[in-house]
């Protein structure tokens, strides 16, 4: 494929477990129902060091080389046989997932849990995962999987379009009380982000769970009340917040080790659990099945983000949801190392950590 003159575009290429380096590779060529876009902004994902490091390789990714990368806004800028619901320089935010579109999940809207999971032949594709992501100058992708932007979003706002329908998603099966108190364990990008999207649909009151630096700048910008697991009872803390009923809503956002148990001592009775954080393979989590049943508890699995990136670019283009202040960072594609770096090992207060691959330094 020729663009602007080039064949060649640059990519971050893993090649083996913690082995990646920065290649010249050839620039795709769209395909039936696909769209190459030029991507302007890939903000880091918490499951990106994970890949890299081969925790899931196998699955994810499913071989070498390969490149990774899924939470991503950029331009179309070439079209693909039967594309007619975009443009050469539509600006468009990505997604991760996009089903095969025709299995009895798909044809349900739930395209998260497609029935053809990694069967490139049917359509599916989990870009950065089990297909080829977005750490690159440019990518090929469904045109199911692509939203229009408004003009007044950023691309580095749009990159995060992908973390924060994880949030919507468990916020839109669980539900959120208006006026109620919503409590999100774990301080993370992900957990932040649910606070935003949890105060903006009409809780009254955020608690944030956690520890360390990160907790501490959540009550800075998402959350009223913060409990440290490190060093209070969080059972005692959440009651005590909420003149002993708890929580109407709990998001566990971390997939730590006990937060599962947590979540159900601090939602109140006829209360709602969605859990977002994947905990590593093999996890089994204790709960306390008694309280569970006689206090009436419902919990949601919740995976990825179906059905709501249309829904968050309207929310961040009226102002309703705010993600700027979580971009502490960014670097051009040529210093992914360093980008990478910075967001592992939290540099400079780092959370969204955004990669610009039209930018070379």
């Keep these: 494929m020729t663009i602007d003159g080039k064949t060649k575009m640059k990519a971050v290429i893993l090649l083996g477990p913690g082995k990646f380096e920065l290649q010249e590779i050839d620039i795709p060529q769209p395909a039936y129902d696909e769209v190459l876009c030029a991507v302007e902004s890939v903000a880091i994902c918490g499951s990106d060091p994970k890949l ?22 950029g331009r179309v800028v070439a079209l693909g046989e039967n594309v007619k619901n975009f443009k050469i320089g539509d600006r468009v935010a990505g997604e991760a997932h996009n089903g095969c579109g025709y299995c ?14 990694g069967k490139k032949e049917t359509g599916h594709r989990h870009y950065g995962h089990s297909s080829t992501g977005s750490y690159a100058e440019y990518g090929v992708y469904s045109k199911r999987s692509l939203t229009p932007m408004p003009e007044n979003v950023s691309y580095d706002e749009a990159a995060i379009v992908d973390a924060a329908g994880t949030g919507m998603h468990a916020i839109e099966l669980t539900g959120i009380t208006p006026g109620g108190t919503v409590a999100v364990i774990g301080p ?28 501490r700048i959540s009550q800075k910008l998402c959350a009223d009340f913060i409990v440290d697991i490190e060093h209070e009872d969080v059972e005692k ?4 917040l909420t003149a002993g009923m708890g929580c109407d809503e709990v998001f566990e956002c971390s997939g730590a080790k006990g937060t599962i148990m947590n ?3 601090t939602v109140k009775k006829g ?18 099945d008694r309280t569970l049943i006689l ?22 283009s009226n102002g309703t949801l705010k993600v700027k202040d979580l971009i502490t960072h960014s670097f051009p594609i040529d210093k992914f190392g360093d980008g990478l770096d910075c967001f592992v090992n939290r540099k400079d207060g780092a959370l969204k950590v955004i990669i610009h691959p039209q930018a070379h330094g």
């Design 263 to 265: 979540s159900i001592k």
């Design 52 to 73: 890299i490091k081969g925790e899931t390789a196998g699955t994810w990714p499913p071989y070498y080389p390969f490149v990774i990368g899924h939470e991503w806004a």
């Design 104 to 117: 009895a999940h798909c044809k349900a809207g739930m395209y998260n849990l497609c029935d053809n999971y």
């Design 237 to 240: 803390r959440v009651r005590t």
């Design 271 to 288: 209360g709602r659990i969605g859990l977002l954080g994947i905990p590593s393979p093999g996890s089994v989590a204790e709960i306390d």
């Design 295 to 316: 206090n009436q508890i419902t919990i949601y699995g919740s995976r990825a983000n179906p059905n709501v990136s249309a829904k968050l670019l309207a929310m961040m």
């Design 188 to 215: 993370g990008p992900i957990g932040m982000i649910t606070a935003k999207i949890a105060r903006a649909m009409g809780a009254a009151k955020i608690i944030m769970i956690g520890r360390g630096e990160r907790l």
